[in-house]
């Protein structure tokens, strides 16, 4: 049996690391905001290149608080529409929606899967605000033109980096001279954390980066009751704070982040070189940083056949995802949309196994499997 991810395995490579972050988090006993939130945040922050990163308790809340704090240092207001892609994981939607915002479905490039930039353009009018860009199955999206074109209508421009941690953009470079990554092209940017991420912590987990100091001192509050000072609450806040266990972990982690995604590029371009058969369709890769493969998608015409073969030749498999927001029973509201190269997407598309820990003679087994399909 080859599994679809081995997270046991991924985690087991850094356990004695884990144990020891363990035993010192018990002994200190800060458990809330403590020591090891605050240092991930300045790592995580310097990672990405950002001035400022603000831990929270998943991705979604970073997501949502990104929004929330945007309305609450009035650059959003309730009801502003925010372009989102029609093809993305429901947590993108539904932080738009928490916030009280309105979202517009754009379609995806069907070649990509991320949101198209002339679909974008097609959507524009006076009450879109905002932009919500996703790097799905973690291949950066065209953040170049999506800025342009924010700059140029006034518009925020964030990112849904929950699949892309460590992607880098080779289009252009920053004022001291370095690729941009994930995080650091936009306004904000939210990352998930949730174990089967690139980034996993053991649990939940999630981060807001950005570079701006007005809508970080708020998330900062609204992250944690609206208080800086104990029993002082400046503004309505939440409680959505990372533990700090989990920061202690993820400081373990983030050490080898930058090496598990080029495993994930090699188990990548394995496939890509290697499965040959015309039922399957291969994803686009322009063979750069930008993409740090969260999942390996590929496409078929008939998806329960490729299943059931996969099942009997005992590889895992998942689909990313299997009906769209605005097909969910939760977004009845949206049922009516058309949006055909999404729901088209989501009947042919099924994802393989690919992680740091698949060894080059699972990846073969992979590809003598597909090949025989
Ligand atoms: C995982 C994920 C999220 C949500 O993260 P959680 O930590 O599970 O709340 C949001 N957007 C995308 C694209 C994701 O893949």
């Given amino acids: 049996m080859i599994p679809f991810l081995d997270?046991?395995?991924?985690?087991?490579?850094?356990?004695?690391?884990?144990?020891?972050?363990?035993?010192?988090?018990?002994?200190?006993?800060?458990?809330?905001?403590?020591?090891?939130?605050?240092?991930?945040?300045?790592?995580?922050?310097?990672?990405?290149?950002?001035?400022?990163?603000?831990?929270?308790?998943?991705?979604?809340?970073?997501?949502?608080?990104?929004?929330?704090?945007?309305i609450e240092i009035g650059r959003l207001k309730k009801g502003d529409k925010v372009i989102v892609p029609a093809n993305t994981y429901i947590a993108s939607i539904l932080s738009v929606l928490h916030a009280d915002l309105e979202p517009v479905f754009v379609e995806p490039n069907p070649k990509t899967y991320n949101i198209s930039a002339e679909e974008v353009e097609m959507k524009l009018n006076k009450d879109v605000k905002a932009i919500l860009a996703v790097h799905l199955y973690g291949q950066l999206a065209d953040m170049e033109r999506l800025k342009s074109i924010a700059d140029e209508h006034n518009l925020l421009l964030i990112e849904d980096a929950a699949q892309a941690h460590g992607a880098v953009s080779s289009k252009h470079l920053t004022p001291n001279n370095q690729y941009p990554k994930a995080g650091n092209l936009s306004h904000a940017a939210a990352f998930s954390f949730y174990p089967s991420k690139n980034l996993g912590a053991l649990g939940d987990g999630g981060a807001v980066t950005t570079n701006d100091k007005e809508l970080y001192e708020t998330?900062?509050?609204?992250?944690?009751?609206?208080?800086?000072?104990?029993?002082?609450?400046?503004?309505?806040?939440?409680?959505?704070?990372?533990?700090?266990?989990?920061?202690?972990?993820?400081?373990?982690?983030?050490?080898?982040?930058?090496?598990?995604?080029?495993?994930?590029?090699?188990?990548?371009?394995?496939?890509?070189?290697?499965?040959?058969?015309?039922?399957?369709?291969?994803?686009?890769?322009?063979?750069?940083?930008?993409?740090?493969?969260?999942?390996?998608?590929?496409?078929?015409?008939?998806?329960?056949?490729?299943?059931?073969?996969?099942?009997?030749?005992?590889?895992?498999?998942?689909?990313?995802?299997?009906?769209?927001?605005?097909?969910?029973?939760?977004?009845?509201?949206?049922?009516?949309?058309?949006?055909?190269?999404?729901?088209?997407?989501?009947?042919?598309?099924?994802?393989?196994?690919?992680?740091?820990?698949?060894?080059?003679?699972?990846?073969?087994?992979?590809?003598?499997?597909?090949?025989?399909?």
């Fill in 219 to 373: 998330i900062l509050l609204l992250r944690n009751y609206g208080s800086s000072v104990k029993y002082e609450n400046k503004i309505m806040g939440y409680n959505s704070r990372l533990d700090d266990l989990q920061a202690a972990f993820l400081r373990v982690k983030l050490k080898y982040l930058d090496s598990d995604n080029a495993k994930r590029r090699e188990v990548a371009r394995c496939y890509l070189q290697k499965i040959r058969n015309s039922k399957i369709g291969l994803p686009f890769y322009d063979d750069s940083e930008n993409h740090v493969f969260h999942t390996f998608v590929i496409e078929v015409d008939d998806r329960e056949d490729i299943i059931k073969y996969l099942n009997q030749n005992k590889i895992g498999w998942l689909i990313h995802y299997p009906i769209p927001p605005h097909k969910q029973k939760a977004l009845q509201r949206f049922s009516h949309l058309i949006l055909p190269i999404t729901e088209e997407i989501h009947k042919r598309i099924i994802s393989l196994p690919i992680s740091p820990v698949l060894t080059s003679k699972e990846v073969n087994r992979v590809i003598e499997v597909l090949n025989a399909y």
């Fill in 7 to 70: 997270l046991h395995k991924i985690n087991n490579r850094f356990r004695k690391e884990l144990e020891t972050s363990f035993a010192k988090s018990l002994e200190t006993s800060y458990y809330i905001l403590g020591p090891n939130v605050k240092t991930f945040e300045t790592e995580f922050a310097n990672y990405c290149g950002t001035d400022y990163c603000i831990g929270t308790a998943n991705g979604l809340d970073a997501l949502t608080l990104i929004l929330k704090g945007y």
